[in-house]
């Protein structure tokens, strides 16, 4: 049995199963400047994003996901690498650059570092619009993963 368990988490990173079971920044900001959810159609699970906006700069982000472990811990790793970011440099942020930041995802997981890719780009949207600025460069990217 545990030999079995040893094959079933043996394909992810140490640090994806340190942000699966240690997961930070989970939870929600009450004054987020900006809140964006998405969801995976085909899995069904849901991620939302809080960030927190002063002077231009994300100051905080949390968020709260249903979902698979690979999803829980891109969530973990998107929200520690967008605090201390402009709004800007955090659209550059990538499901790729999560994913590699977790020292890599099986590539049968790589959709749910998409979903933290999307719900970034969902809040930093949400943001903009509420300071009366074009969202569009921010909306989230449509999925084009295969599941
Ligand atoms: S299986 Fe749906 S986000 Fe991972």
Known sequence: ???????????????VMDHFLHPRNCGEIPDAS????????????????YIKVE????????????????AIATSSMVTEMVKGKTVEEALQISNRAVAEALGGLPPIKIHCSVLAEQ??????????????KDPSAFEPRPDTHEH
């Open 1 to 15: 049995m545990a030999e079995e368990k040893d094959k079933i988490f043996g394909s992810y990173s140490e640090k």
């Open 34 to 49: 900006g809140i964006g959810t998405v969801g995976n159609v085909i899995c069904g699970d849901v991620m939302r994003m």
């Open 55 to 70: 002077n231009s700069i994300i100051v905080d982000a949390k968020f709260k996901t249903m979902g698979c472990g690979a």
């Open 119 to 132: 719900a970034l780009r969902s809040a930093l949207a949400d943001y903009y619009k509420k300071i009366g």
